[in-house]
């Protein structure tokens, strides 16, 4: 099984994105520096020019690179708490164990953000996380992958905001803009067919938040994790194996 997590399968703009990074770390630059230019990375790395301005194209999209026009290229400075410089080399979003790593990381924080709101959500937090779960499900039904997103980022921090626990809210924040990274380097956006199961799990986590049951709130975030895994594993499966 690990044979068939060779590179062979990942276009070049991927592994280049990934020795990107690779470098930042290695060469210790700090948010806000100057990073070598496309053609001083593309001689470094080995590369077409056209190859490194796609991989710095995503690593903008995902706020690891930021790139000024005329000036050059630099590290991000708003990479916040878990991408920070001090997380140095922590998470590559090719690496498909980091990858697993961070569903389970998820699962924590996201089990005890839902626990807690259970207990501390206002009525203005719950109105949000339902407004949230209503557009998520409008962008199910009517196709529309960017919606869904929208509403799928909007009711997990909304749920973290209503856990009124500062530290929960930035780690939650932050596990899932790894995760956006992960799909946006490495799988293209959404995922297999698990939309509409997350569409009734979301509803389970929000009934049971808004009836005040903590330990019903953290077992159903704790299942819809659980299911966004096995859907990612299916579709590595699929793209992997055919």
Same mark, same amino acid.
Not at 1 to 13: I, K, L, V
Not at 74 to 89: C, I, K, P, T
């Given at each position: ?8 399968? +990942? ?11 690779? &470098? ?41 690179? +930021?790139?000024?026009?005329? +000036? ?9 708490? &878990? ?49 949230? @779960? ?23 921090? %909304?749920?973290?905001? @209503? ?22 380097? %490495?799988?293209?956006? @959404?995922? %297999?067919?698990?939309? @509409? ?24 975030? %704790? ?20």
């Amino acid at each position: 099984m690990e044979e068939a997590r060779a590179d062979t399968y +990942r276009p070049g703009y991927e592994l280049i994105a990934e020795q990107i990074l690779q &470098l930042i770390v290695e060469s210790r630059l700090q948010p806000g520096d100057r990073m070598p230019t496309e053609k001083e990375l593309a001689e470094r790395l080995g590369a077409s020019r056209t190859v490194v301005r796609e991989a710095i194209k995503i690593l903008s999209a995902v706020g690891r690179v +930021r790139a000024q026009k005329g +000036r050059g290229l630099y590290v991000a400075d708003d990479e916040g708490m &878990l991408g920070s410089s001090r997380w140095g080399g922590f998470f590559l979003p090719t690496d498909l164990d980091h990858v697993y790593m961070l569903f389970e990381f998820r699962r924590v924080q996201e089990s005890a953000a839902s626990r807690l709101a259970a207990t501390r959500a206002t009525p203005a937090e719950l109105r949000a996380i339902e407004t949230a @779960a209503q557009l998520c499900e409008q962008g199910h039904l009517t196709d529309q992958t960017a919606l869904f997103d929208r509403g799928d980022d909007e009711f997990h921090l %909304g749920i973290a905001t @209503a856990s009124h626990n500062p530290f929960l809210l930035a780690a939650v924040r932050e596990a899932r803009r790894l995760q956006r990274q992960s799909s946006t380097i %490495g799988l293209h956006g @959404a995922l %297999g067919s698990h939309a @509409a199961e997350a569409i009734t799990e979301h509803a389970a986590i929000y009934e049971a938040i808004r009836r005040g049951d903590p330990e019903a709130a953290a077992a159903a975030a %704790g299942v819809h994790l659980d299911k966004t895994l096995e859907d990612y594993r299916r579709e590595i499966q699929r793209r992997l194996f055919g």
